[in-house]
């Protein structure tokens, strides 16, 4: 009923705020029970629409950059809000154009990981009920524990509630996450460095050049005037070869640097299924130790490569090292 | 026509020889993606589930050369250039394994564009001539199939060279053209239990469910054409990005673009997604399909209005339209914000039919 | 020749010269003698030129099948390739691909007036059938050309111009939007003068290219004026690669500007879905 | 100098002010120095895009090696206090590509410096050589790389990364029946993939 009275809250506010706006953007239903999609909330009965659950996966803040100049509303999860929050740093988006309706989160699913133990297109009805997912297969129901279909990002999560709201609706959650381990980096960085370089190369056999990792970053504000499409400069050719590939996943952890929440759409939303973020997750585990620095907390925050300071803490003058 | 054997242990051994005469396109799993391969040793094909793309890289492939060229100076006048052209290498025989009908109905799609419209495109037409498909038919639909609403089935025929059928311990293998017949003439013939079971599988088929009226789809379309505001709701949760196009066994379009390194260089042609804003934008900097509104919209008035409108429907007059669309469901299987090109057409339905 | 479509027939730059500060006029002829003889096109045809290792792009093949010493072209530097293209001088080597696309209905034309109304670049598409005309004045009727553009600097093909209004067989108008001290002609936009001079859609064809916005105000005035949809005829531009119906990006609903234009009568454009 | 056999490809970024000039009073003073850079010149080491260093990398340099003005001596001020983080992460980034921090340095040289210029060059080109070349996209993978039980769970590909059960709706397999990591290694290149795990 809890879950039933947060969705009535958060149609009133939409309700509440629909008047002076052009659209608000909230989560509906998708094609099954394990998919939602984004939809454009105009009227009431659009707002009857919106959901919010654990099918919520995808980060409404990417479309904000392309709806500047509107007015708009934006459901967000905590994670998501820091990507508002570093539009914010970065001067990428109208605040008094936004209104953000802020849905503390207790964690997304992770298809990846749902397909791995039942055959996701036979699913009928999901249940999220406290630690469980309850499936509605045809031969019965499937109950997976929660925290094991979970993205791993919300196993980890540190930030729940929304960093921004001007509507928060819904009990605020405790943080489940402790500090980021990395684990998956340790893991990956066992390798040698050729045994990594032919991981990768592997991996983006598979890349179709479709740049859904670009265009679901909500952080890739320049989509269609991007680099990797420029014939002048002409850093990306069009052949879709290993070298013009994996150049350009160098290129998007390079012009992320300092500005990625590690949201995961870029991984998210890869249909071949490349584990783009560890090179996101890289980056950010560097500046964290080198600047003590997190993207998307704070609003006021200078990006650190925005930034200098005449003697570093914690960069070592590298002509005297040999 | 007898159906022959291919026993589940003797899949790898059989692809094997396949691939000392063809390139072999092998599906396997990787990670969470199905993916055709070139065929290599100790590789296990994947049968199990549709591969992640369709097959339509063996035929258009995502780069490939339309010409080279090398500029040679004048000695005498180091300022002048002569340019020298060379065509590409032709494609050589090739065999795909383990695409499903809805793939191999892709290939029709394909031939109408690049043999049937107009002008004949020389490497495709070589491509296609040498390319085989050994299809799997599908036991069961996936909840984003839809191909028995464009003409197809989980068992159709259309496309393909021979037809493999799920049977105990293996597949029972159905030629259905002569090339199919050859490549599976190695195989024993299917024993009495096999036979059997695919006489009841043809018998009864998978039952797809009804399927819509599309007949009207063409029509609510054009209609539907100057409502921004539909588009723009159908469009809003696109991201632009080029995984429907670039999955979509019937998506064609391409780009053609030089890359040169000194004195030499390849023009390319590459698969393009009209999903792009620089795809149609012009050098003066006009473009006509400015938003994710107007792209979407070019999208689904391809598949579903211009082409058929193109083409006569397989039925005669009044009946169902062909459709540049085989109903695979990769568009809204791998969409990133499961955009569901399914609602849209029911949407464009629903909305002619209010006054 | 090669029966790949996307093999382009190599060509020389013989001539060059500019237009206007950003237009500049090629004339090419094909490396091969023997398929410069043969080669066959009919007025507002294309070609696509490449510049190997830039592109290729589409541009309308502005002289008259009737001149065959060579194949002129008038190109805007806007892009990458014209910009390639602007930069390249007599002698060098190029890339010809045509003619492609469909053409004016010269023949429908026969016996009729013929009034073209172009502005700026918009001129070259009616440079061929102008001349094409010309060449066959006895096959038409009254020829009247309304010509402007921005300032009388941005106006193509100036020799000409001159030439034509000499000419006793027909009647040349021509505009600016922004005079100079010495312009001795009209100033003001092209479908005003359209208006002005009171045009009779009596047994009459219009022709019009130019920018979007002066083909929209032209096929307003000309309607005004009594044209039919069926007697006005315009060109269409479109981002094209393949240039022979494949490729996919010039669609406008089912009809590509490649292959099925770029020649369209105002009355088949009111059938395609409006996408321009 | 000592010598070290065929020549490796490495770039040099330097900048106009400081390091070029100081590249300059390395050869005027006839210093002997190994032949293997390629020098850019560009206006400030504030100049240099990581995307220059990346893209060297994976083009075909075996190193490359950034050089501009002493912190607190730029032309312009401040532009190599922020070329000094962006090089730095970058430095720290490249080892998750596979590519060994130490093909990548930067440093400060001033134009007075020609033989601290000749050091730096000689100890960089000895490492490079050192490292060997560069691996390249295009040449087949060098390695086995077993992924199972390698990554964390994190990878989103659970079946590859834990080698945990998997169970698929599989034609290839009774019902119900559960696919090794063997299954799936997939690609010709990875034998190497461990039968079993936890499944």
Redesign the interface.
């Known amino acids: 009923m809890a879950e039933n009275d947060r969705m009535a809250e958060l149609r009133a506010a939409v309700l509440q705020e629909l008047p002076r706006l052009d659209?608000v953007?909230g989560y509906a239903r998708?094609?099954?029970p394990l998919?939602?999609?984004?939809?454009?909330v105009?009227n009431e009965k659009d707002a009857g629409r919106l959901i919010f659950d654990p099918t919520c996966v995808?980060n409404l803040a990417?479309?904000l950059y392309?709806l500047r100049g509107k007015r708009i509303g934006l459901v967000v999860k905590g994670c998501d809000s820091r990507s508002v929050v570093e539009l914010m740093q970065e001067k990428l988006v109208d605040r008094e154009n936004l209104v953000i309706f802020g849905l503390p989160c207790d964690g997304v699913l992770?298809l990846?990981?749902v397909?791995?133990?039942?055959?996701i297109?036979?699913v009928r009805g999901a249940e999220f009920t406290g630690g469980e997912v309850r499936l509605l297969l045809p031969e019965g129901e499937k109950v997976l524990p929660r925290r094991d279909v979970l993205a791993?990002k919300c196993l980890r999560c540190r930030y729940p509630n929304p960093l921004v709201a001007d509507h928060m609706i819904g009990e605020k959650i405790e943080p489940q996450g402790a500090e980021d381990t990395y684990?998956?980096?340790?893991?990956?960085?066992?390798?040698?460095?050729?045994?990594?370089?032919?991981?990768?190369?592997?991996q983006?056999s598979?890349c179709?050049?479709?740049?859904?990792c670009?265009?679901?970053c909500p952080l890739c504000v320049c989509?269609?005037v991007c680099l990797a499409?420029s014939?002048?400069p002409h850093?990306l050719?069009?052949?879709?070869?290993?070298?013009e590939k994996?150049?350009f996943q160098?290129?998007h952890?390079?012009h992320l640097?300092?500005r990625c929440t590690e949201c995961g759409?870029c991984?998210?939303?890869c249909?071949?299924?490349?584990?783009i973020?560890?090179?996101k997750r890289?980056?950010n585990r560097?500046?964290k130790e080198?600047?003590n620095y997190e993207a998307g907390v704070d609003p006021e925050a200078v990006p650190?490569?925005h930034t200098?300071?005449?003697e570093?803490d914690k960069?070592k003058?590298?002509?005297q090292l040999? | 026509m007898v159906a022959r054997f291919l026993a589940t242990e003797n899949l790898s051994a059989q692809a094997a020889a396949w691939a000392r005469d063809y390139r072999l396109l092998a599906p396997v799993r990787e990670g969470q993606a199905v993916v055709y391969r070139p065929w290599a040793n100790n590789m296990h094909p994947f049968l199990g589930r549709p591969p992640t793309a369709s097959p339509k890289e063996a035929l258009l492939p995502q780069t490939e050369n339309l010409l080279s060229f090398t500029y040679r100076k004048d000695h005498e006048d180091l300022t002048r250039t002569e340019v020298f052209l060379a065509e590409p290498v032709p494609s050589e025989p090739t065999v795909v394994l383990g695409l499903r009908p809805c793939d191999a109905r892709g290939r029709k799609l394909l031939d109408r564009v690049f043999l049937e419209r107009g002008v004949v495109d020389p490497l495709y037409e070589k491509r296609r001539k040498n390319t085989l498909f050994i299809t799997v038919a599908c036991e069961r639909m996936e909840n984003t199939c839809f191909c028995h609403w464009t003409g197809g089935g989980p068992t159709s025929e259309e496309g393909s060279d021979v037809l493999l059928f799920a049977v105990a311990g293996g597949y029972a293998a159905k030629a259905l053209t002569g090339a199919g017949e050859k490549l599976i003439a190695a195989l024993p013939e299917a024993g009495p239990a096999a036979q059997e079971e695919l006489a009841a599988k043809l018998a009864t088929p998978a039952e797809p469910g009804p399927a819509p009226d599309l007949r009207q789809a063409p029509q609510r379309f054009l209609e539907a054409f100057d409502d921004m505001d539909f588009w723009m709701d159908e469009s809003a949760r696109c991201l632009s990005c080029g995984v429907c196009t670039y999955l979509c066994p019937t998506c064609s379009c391409f780009n053609i673009t030089d890359e040169n390194s000194g004195m030499k260089g390849k023009r390319l042609r590459t698969w393009d997604t009209c999903m792009s804003a620089q795809y149609t934008l012009e050098g003066s900097g006009h473009n006509p399909r400015v938003s994710r509104a107007h792209r979407l919209r070019n999208r689904v008035g391809h598949k579903f209005c211009y082409h058929p409108r193109e083409f006569p429907a397989p039925g005669g007059e009044g009946a169902q339209p062909e459709f540049s669309c085989t109903g695979c469901g990769r568009c809204i299987k791998s969409c990133p914000v499961s955009v569901d090109i399914r609602r849209i057409v029911l949407d464009l339905l629903e909305k002619g039919e209010r006054p | 020749m090669s029966l790949n479509p996307y093999m382009p027939s190599l060509a020389t730059i013989i001539e060059t010269f500019d237009e206007t500060p950003d237009i500049k006029t090629f004339r090419v002829v094909l490396n091969d003698e023997a398929a410069m003889r043969a080669f066959r096109f009919e007025p507002g045809q294309v070609a696509q030129l490449s510049v190997f290792g830039t592109g290729e792009s589409t541009f309308v093949i502005c002289s008259p099948p009737t001149r065959m010493d060579y194949l002129q072209f008038s190109v805007m530097r806007v892009g990458e390739l014209t910009h390639r293209l602007h930069t390249l001088r007599e002698g060098d080597p190029i890339g010809l691909r045509g003619p492609l696309g469909n053409h004016f209905d010269h023949q429908g034309m026969k016996g009729k007036d013929i009034i073209f109304v172009g502005g700026g670049l918009g001129l070259a598409p009616l440079r061929t059938l102008l001349l094409y005309m010309l060449d066959n004045r006895a096959d038409y009727g009254a020829i009247t050309l309304i010509y402007g553009g921005r300032t009388p600097e941005h106006l193509c093909f100036k020799g000409e111009l001159a030439e034509w209004a000499a000419r006793g067989d027909m009647r040349v108008e021509l505009t600016v939007d922004n005079p100079d001290k010495l312009w001795s002609h009209r100033t003001g936009v092209v479908p005003a003068v359209l208006t002005d001079l009171g045009v009779s859609p009596q047994n009459a064809v219009a022709v019009t290219c130019g920018p979007p916005i002066m083909i929209r105000f032209t096929i307003q005035a000309l309607a005004k004026l009594g044209f039919t949809d069926e007697q006005i005829v315009t060109t269409l531009e479109r981002r094209m690669k393949c240039g022979v119906g494949l490729c996919g990006r010039c669609n406008i609903g089912g009809k590509f500007v490649c292959v099925d234009g770029p020649v369209f009568t105002q009355a088949q454009l009111k059938e395609l879905p409006q996408e321009f | 100098m000592p010598d070290m056999g065929r020549d490796f490809r490495i770039i040099g970024f330097l900048c106009n002010w400081c390091s070029y000039g100081g590249a300059d009073a390395a050869g005027v003073a006839r210093f002997s120095q190994p032949t293997d850079l390629r020098i850019i010149r560009v206006p400030c080491s504030g100049r240099v895009d990581p995307m220059f260093v990346a893209k060297a990398l994976l083009s075909g340099a075996d190193g490359v090696l950034v050089s501009g003005c002493h912190p607190r001596d730029c032309h312009y001020s401040e532009g190599n206090f922020y070329a000094r983080r962006r090089l730095e992460m970058l430095r720290r980034f490249l080892p998750i590509l596979g590519v060994d921090e130490g093909r990548f340095e930067y440093v400060w040289v001033s134009a007075s410096e020609g033989s601290r210029w000749r050091d730096m060059v000689t100890k960089f080109t000895e490492k490079i050589h050192d490292l060997g070349p560069m691996p390249r996209m295009m040449e087949p993978a060098r390695t086995l790389c077993s992924l199972e039980g390698m990554l964390g769970q994190s990878l989103a590909q659970p079946d590859m990364a834990s080698g945990a059960a998997l169970v698929l709706p599989d034609w290839d397999k009774p019902a119900g029946s559960v696919l090794t990591p063997a299954d799936i290694a997939g690609m010709g290149a990875e034998p190497g993939a461990k039968e079993g795990g936890n499944g």
């Open positions: 659209f953007l998708g094609f099954d998919h939602a999609t984004p939809i454009t105009r995808q990417t479309s392309a992770d990846a990981k397909r791995t133990v039942v055959d297109a036979r791993d684990a998956d980096l340790d893991g990956f960085e066992k390798l040698g460095m050729q045994e990594r370089f032919d991981f990768w190369k592997r983006m598979r179709i050049r479709c740049y859904a670009r265009n679901a989509k269609h499409d014939r002048d850093w050719t069009s052949e879709a070869t290993l070298q994996w150049l160098v290129m952890a390079l640097a300092g759409e991984q998210r939303s249909p071949m299924g490349i584990p973020l560890l090179l890289k980056m560097e500046l080198v600047f650190p490569l200098f300071q005449m570093e960069i003058d590298r002509g040999w």
